[in-house]
C-alpha cells in the first residue's frame, strides 16, 4: 500500500514554516539584542583569547539585525550546508499585493524597497507582472501629465494597442508597452509586431519599453521609417525620460499624414 500524503497537509506545513513578519516591539528586540551581542562579540575579540565565541557572538548579533531589517522571523540556523531562512515569502506577497493597490509611484517604491530586502523577489512570477502592471501605469500618468489638453485612452485587450493619445482635433498615436527584465532587450519580433498594426492604420505608433532595442530591432525600426512608416521607439524607464517620451509622441502626432 502505498504511503500517500494528503496535499493540504503539506500546504498548511509550507504556511506555518513561512512565520508571520514580526510586531513592533519584536523587531525592536531583535534590533537592541542583536546591537548587544555584536558589540559584546566585538569588545571580546581584543580583550580575550576565545576567537571563536568572539565570532559567534558577532554572527548571532548579526542575524538579530537582519530581522530587524527584514522584519521578518527567523526560521532556521545553522552553518556549513545548513542556510539560515527567513520567512520572506507571506511577506512577499503581502507587499507585491499592497503594491497593486498603491498609487503608481509608491508602488514603484515599494517594489523596489522589496527587491533591495528580498533579492528572490525578482524572479518571482507575480512580482514581474505586478512590476509590469505598475510601470504601465506610471505611462500613463506621466503622459497625462505631458499632454494635459490630449486624451490619454487605455485601450482593451481586443483593440491592439495599449494606450492612444488623442487630440481634440482627433489626430492620434497608438501605444505599445513592453516591460521586459533586466536581462532582456527588445528584440525584432517585437518591432514586426508593431509594424504589423502600423501597416494597416493611418496613426503614428510607439513602442514603449524599460529596455534598449536589439541591433537588428534598431535597423528594422529605421528602415520602416525611411519607407514612410510612423513608427517610433521609446526607452522609458523614469521620470528622466519624460523628455524623449514627449518628443516621441508629438512627432508622431504631428507627421504628415496624420488623421485629421
Known amino acids: 500500500m502505498s504511503d500517500v500524503s494528503d496535499p493540504n497537509d503539506e500546504s498548511e506545513m509550507d504556511n506555518e514554516s513561512e512565520g508571520d513578519p514580526l510586531s513592533g516591539w519584536s523587531r525592536f528586540a531583535a534590533g537592541f539584542t542583536g546591537l548587544a551581542l555584536s558589540s559584546v562579540g566585538a569588545a571580546a575579540v581584543f580583550m580575550t583569547n576565545n576567537q571563536a565565541g568572539s565570532v559567534a557572538l558577532i554572527l548571532g548579533g548579526i542575524v538579530f539585525l537582519l530581522m530587524l531589517v527584514s522584519g521578518n522571523p527567523l526560521l532556521s540556523f545553522g552553518h556549513g550546508d545548513t542556510q539560515m531562512k527567513f520567512a520572506t515569502k507571506r511577506r512577499r506577497e503581502r507587499a507585491i499585493e499592497e503594491a497593486r493597490e498603491a498609487s503608481p509611484q509608491e508602488a514603484r517604491r515599494a517594489l523596489d524597497v522589496l527587491r533591495t530586502v528580498d533579492p528572490g523577489a525578482g524572479s518571482d512570477v507575480n512580482f514581474m507582472r505586478t512590476s509590469a502592471l505598475v510601470y504601465e501605469r506610471l505611462i500613463v500618468a506621466e503622459l497625462t501629465r505631458l499632454f494635459p489638453e490630449y486624451g490619454v485612452l487605455e485601450q482593451g485587450v481586443d483593440l491592439g494597442a495599449d494606450l492612444r493619445v488623442v487630440t481634440p482635433d482627433q489626430r492620434s498615436v497608438s501605444i505599445e508597452m513592453k516591460y521586459l527584465t533586466q536581462k532582456s532587450f527588445v528584440s525584432a519580433q517585437y518591432v514586426r509586431q508593431l509594424l504589423g498594426m502600423a501597416s494597416i492604420s493611418v496613426e503614428g505608433h510607439l513602442l514603449v519599453s524599460n529596455r534598449a532595442l536589439t ?5 528594422l525600426l529605421s528602415d520602416a521609417r525611411r519607407r ?3 513608427v517610433e521607439f521609446s526607452r522609458w524607464r523614469d521620470e ?21
Not at 523628455?243 to 488623421?259: F, I, K, N, Q, R
Open 240 to 260: 528622466q525620460d519624460n523628455g524623449d517620451l514627449y518628443e516621441a509622441v508629438s512627432a508622431l502626432l504631428h507627421a504628415d499624414g496624420g488623421a485629421s
Open 215 to 219: 541591433r537588428p530591432a534598431a535597423e
Open 228 to 230: 514612410g512608416i510612423k
